[in-house]
């Protein structure tokens, strides 16, 4: 029992400061509101809450409400503003990105190139790509190659007839020079015994 009598003392206690809060909260609210100040929200609270009351009717001064229409005015004017200007600003934007999306255009236009370039070889005027490229320069080196080969094929194959051709001059040059020597001697031979023969036909006249 006297738990309960406690636990609603508690309750009452709390309920009493929650509504003593909200009574102050709303008194410095009231406060703070300004027909000068603060947004027009407010001052249309300000002039809501401080204008008389009659009957369902609340009497407003003409001066708060010519106040509060330039202050709405003002408002309004600047809110005008603020969307011109971020209109502008917005246009703006577009422009730069339209001009952003021309340069990804151009930029992506040369990197296509470049990596066609890249992926391409131009010989004699003519672009390849690099496969076809490097299978051509390899057949032209294995042509070569094999020209090279055959010319030193040929090469030593002349070099081995001209080498038989200089040793069979040789040998026929030695075998001249051997049979003009025996020419040589056998003429002189014939002249000794001609020269005998006609020595002795003078010893026998």
Known sequence: MHALKTLTFSLLSCLFFI???????????????????GTIDSQFEYVIQKSNNYQDYKVIKKTWLYTLKAH?????????????????????????????????????LILAETNEEKDNMALFGLQMSKTNYNVLMWSIIGVLFAFLLLFIYKFRNSNAITKMAKKSLLETEQ??????RTALEREQ?????????????????
Do not use: G, P, W, Y
Request: charged letters at 35%; zero cysteines; proline letters at 0%.
């Open 189 to 205: 031979k014939v002249r000794r015994q001609l020269q005998d023969e006609i020595n002795k036909q003078k010893t026998i006249k």
């Open 19 to 37: 509504a003593v809060n909200a009574q102050q909260k709303k008194t410095n609210d009231d406060d703070k509101l300004s027909l000068n100040e």
């Open 72 to 108: 709405t005015m003002d408002t309004l004017k600047a809110i005008q503003k603020n969307l011109v200007d971020t209109q502008s600003i917005v246009d703006n934007q577009a422009t730069q990105i339209d001009t952003l999306k021309r340069n990804l255009s151009e930029t992506k």
């Open 175 to 180: 075998e001249f020079d051997e049979h003009r």
